[in-house]
Nanobody, 128 residues
Framework: QVQLVESGGGLAQHGGSLRLSCQVS????????VAWFRQAPGKKREGVSC????????YYDDSVKGRFTISRDDAKNTVSLQMNSLKPEDTAVYFC?????????????????????WGQGTQVTVSS
């Protein structure tokens, strides 16, 4: 059974940084695609970034492009999201999600795709 545990959330100032981690257990990370989503109060969940198996494909939503960096460490079974230049509008609960990768060059944050495995979420709050 695949389990995901997020960590690293907290409070940051506008312009600050946080690093989120998604620890994966129950499966080898190198056959999974992993995505980060976020949900702010009163808003729909939105995709932030995803990474395919073996790093062949990485996607960022326009709202975080140039500020966030996703990476994976298959040896540690961990996917990280480095968040720099944080803005108050980045405030949300951040979730990681994973699924078996159909290939090494594809991942998605399309809301129509239903990831099978989700973490419990970690709160990120950015003060203005």
């Amino acid at each position: 059974q695949v389990q995901l545990v997020e960590s690293g959330g907290g409070l940051a100032q506008h312009g600050g940084s946080l690093r989120l981690s998604c620890q994966v257990s129950g499966a080898s990370l190198d056959v999974l695609m992993v995505a980060w989503f976020r949900q702010a109060p009163g808003k729909k969940r939105e995709g932030v970034s995803c990474i395919s198996a073996r790093d062949d494909s990485i996607y960022y939503d326009d709202s975080v492009k140039g500020r966030f960096t996703i990476s994976r460490d298959d040896a540690k079974n961990t996917v990280s999201l480095q968040m720099n230049s944080l803005k108050p509008e980045d405030t949300a609960v951040y979730f990681c999600a994973a699924d078996g990768a159909p290939g090494t060059d594809w991942c998605t944050v399309d809301p129509r795709y239903e990831y099978h495995h989700w973490g419990q979420g970690t709160q990120v709050t950015v003060s203005s």
